[in-house]
């Protein structure tokens, strides 16, 4: 195998780009916003015509990751010369007029709990540093190289995936590109920030009750979870029936390029094996629901609370049919972490004593919690968890999507407690928009909304119907051209 830099920082030094403009999507990184400058269709668009070498953006790409002066630390892997002889076959590709797919040449960063042949799988934690690199990619990594993408490197999740902090035991802090002081969210903590950052305009997530909406809101990128299936996953973990694969992009344009180009089947993942059947609407044929509260308990900041009202009134005064809903759900927090510490205890039952001592001491304690769960508590949560999707069920035939804020609050900083609810480790409490379409395997996008007095984004989150990906994608990008028309 080639050289592989690993490990904190994945450069030896602590990492934001450099004051100069960047090969592959964004102006220089601030602690404010960042605005791509080059879409996806663009950039293959300059490769197919040799205006624009995949060798060139790679290095600039490599470049910048590696003079992160500003300590974002998005990488836990990287491997400069795996990338360049990629970079340089889609180059010849391209010369020979013979490209693979859609994104032939583009770099594209996978998060550290998805397997790439040949690298370790870390899953941020000490537990794994032991472990063999991996012997075969995972599926959704060989539609990306069916696809011609450039695989550079891994970003970093929090341990296991198990929360949306943004610091992990293997390799510390990822800082949000927005403001450093804050966090950048999770699990796809990693990927948010290199996206916002312009490290390259693709990064693969994963999201089993928000991990890729949550931090694509927080640090003003889009975050695509799709359909339940829609990416393959394998092997299955405990989270089997939550976990989704999904995208982060700085555009919607650019999430729908990349999501046509792996979007796929494969038989190491059941629940991919569907029908993807094209065509959707435009926006003003659809029935559009929208709600500020799902989580009974949980607290609209109030300049979200107002953006978001406000961009709904004037969907409706543009002549599109939007209507409130009701979602408000008593306990549904509650009834998801017992679900989730029973999951976290499930994927270490089996684990010797030394090696759960090696787990971050929080993440024990949710272990710890999972092991006393009562059994008839638990039963319990996980019918009210069923009586809630067939609300939600319900509730989308009477609607075609659904508008929500994607997050109740901006980014927090990073030394915030991860929630504020009774029980310390509960981030769903404080999370109530992401996690319920998890539990519903429904698609659905965070977007950019808007910004707060202090410059920290949050986001817009549109929600369809299993299997309406195209649906979802296309509604997204027609609202993205509501806001910039009023920004």
């Not at 076959?89 to 994104?103: E, K, N, T």
């Not at 927080?218 to 394998?234: E, M, N, Q, R, S």
């Not at 509260?293 to 609209?300: R, S, V």
Request: hydrophobic share 45%.
């Amino acid at each position: 195998m080639k050289p592989v830099v690993e490990g904190r920082g994945a450069t030896g030094q602590g990492a934001a780009a450099p004051a100069s403009s960047l090969a592959v999507g964004t102006a220089p990184v601030t602690e404010k916003s960042v605005t791509p400058a080059r879409s996806l269709a663009m950039m293959v668009g300059q490769f197919r015509r040799g205006e624009l070498s995949p060798v060139t953006v790679m290095q600039q790409v490599l470049d910048d990751i590696q003079a992160d002066t500003a300590g974002i630390n998005a990488f836990c892997l990287l491997d400069p010369d795996q990338a360049m002889a990629q970079a340089q076959a889609a180059q010849a590709r391209y010369l020979a007029r013979a490209p693979l797919g859609l994104l032939d040449g583009v770099p594209v960063s996978v998060k550290d709990l998805v397997a790439v042949k040949g690298w370790p799988t870390r899953r941020g934690s000490l537990s794994s540093l032991a472990d063999p690199v991996a012997a075969q990619d995972a599926p959704a990594v060989t539609l990306l190289r069916n696809a011609g993408s450039v695989i550079f490197g891994k970003t970093t999740t929090t341990e296991f995936g198990w929360t949306i902090g943004s610091t992990n035991p293997h390799t510390g802090v990822t800082r949000n590109p927005r403001s450093l002081e804050h966090s950048a969210g999770g699990s796809s903590s990693g990927a948010a920030a290199q996206v916002a950052a312009g490290w390259g305009p693709v990064a693969l997530g994963s999201d089993a009750g928000g991990s890729v909406r949550i931090p694509a809101s927080w640090c003003g990128v889009v975050g695509f979870k799709p359909t339940f299936g829609a990416i393959p996953l394998a092997p299955q973990s405990a989270f089997a029936e939550f976990a989704h694969l999904g995208l982060i992009t700085p555009s919607v344009a650019d999430c729908t390029w990349a999501y046509s180009a792996m979007a796929g089947a494969h038989p190491l993942d059941p629940s991919s094996l569907f029908t993807r059947a094209g065509g959707s609407l435009p926006g003003q044929c659809l029935r559009i629901g929208w709600a500020t509260q799902i989580h009974a308990d949980e607290a609209l900041d109030p300049t979200i609370d107002t953006a978001f009202r406000q961009f709904v009134s004037r969907l409706g005064g543009q002549g599109y049919d939007v209507k409130p809903v009701n979602l408000r759900t008593e306990g549904l927090a509650e009834d998801m972490w017992r679900v989730w510490q029973s999951r976290i205890y499930e994927s270490f039952v089996d684990w010797s004593p030394d090696k759960l001592a090696l787990l971050d001491p929080r993440l024990s304690g949710v272990y710890e919690a999972g092991a006393r769960l009562d059994h008839a508590e638990l039963t319990r949560s996980r019918a009210r968890l069923r009586t809630f999707a067939t609300r939600i069920a319900t509730l989308f035939s009477e609607i075609d999507v659904l508008l929500t804020p994607a997050t109740s609050q901006v980014a927090p900083r990073l030394d915030a407690p991860v929630a504020t609810s009774p029980d310390a480790e509960n981030w769903f409490a404080d999370n109530g928009f992401a996690f319920p379409f998890n539990i519903t395997q429904m698609p659905a996008i965070a977007m950019p909304l808007g910004v707060n007095a202090a410059g920290l984004p949050f986001g817009l989150q549109v929600v369809g119907r299993r299997y309406e990906d195209e649906q979802v994608l296309r509604f997204a990008a027609e609202l993205e051209l509501h806001l910039q028309r009023t920004a």
